[in-house]
């Protein structure tokens, strides 16, 4: 088992930033990749973006490449979002998720978070 507890979401404003994190505890986390994804009201959950166990890969949705970034830090059994530039449409519950398999992390990983809300105002 793998336990998540995302924070760092809040209300900012457009064209401003955030930067969400990601604490796991539970089996090695370092044998884990991990993804991030978001749910807006009324809307599917989707992917944003994850990071391979050894962080040296990374992969991003079209809608927030360029502006976000994923990152990793496996001694602390963290993971973190850096989201810049900030849009309305970013509004939404953000969550982490682990899984060990690189390909299925992006699209159904074993271990959730219970998500952080990111609200962003125009």
């Known amino acids: 088992q793998v336990q998540l507890v995302e924070s760092g979401g809040g209300l900012v404003q457009a064209g401003g930033s955030l930067r969400l994190s990601c604490a796991a505890s539970?089996?090695?986390?370092?044998?884990?990749?991990v993804g991030w994804f978001r749910q807006a009201p009324g809307k599917e959950r989707e992917f944003v973006a994850a990071?391979?166990?050894?962080?040296?890969?990374?992969y991003y949705a079209d809608s927030v490449k360029g502006r976000f970034t994923v990152s990793r830090d496996n001694a602390k059994n963290m993971v973190y979002l850096q989201m810049n530039s900030l849009k309305p449409e970013d509004t939404a519950v953000y969550y982490c998720?682990?899984?060990?398999?690189?390909?299925?992390?992006?699209?159904?990983?074993?271990?959730w978070g219970q998500g952080t809300q990111v609200t962003v105002s125009s």
């Open positions: 990071i391979k166990w050894s962080g040296d890969s990374t």
């Open positions: 998720a682990a899984e060990q398999s690189w390909g299925r992390v992006k699209t159904n990983p074993a271990y």
């Open positions: 539970g089996r090695p986390f370092s044998s884990y990749s």
